[in-house]
């Protein structure tokens, strides 16, 4: 995935869990769970990973495309 569009995809994950990019981040570097969202151009599924998850699952399209916000933010 092309890295300009990690950060539409980051502000997308902010928007669908109720808060800013601040508050997304500080909550997945302090947790050991971290929201994440598959970078597919056409898919905005959501769930909860690891944070270092760069290759998660997609249940919605089937591929290996979930990465973290910590992972999209570049942080990790």
């Known amino acids: 995935m092309a890295r300009k569009n990690h950060a539409g995809k980051l502000d997308q994950l902010a928007d669908s869990e109720g ?15 971290c929201a994440g969202i598959c970078v597919n151009p056409d898919c905005d599924y959501t769930t909860e ?28």
């Open 19 to 33: 808060v800013d990019i601040d508050t997304l981040l500080a909550n997945g570097t302090f947790d050991s769970v």
């Open 49 to 76: 990973v690891e944070p270092d998850c760069s290759a998660g699952f997609c249940e919605s399209c089937g591929t290996q495309t979930v990465a973290s916000a910590l992972i999209l933010a570049g942080i990790i």
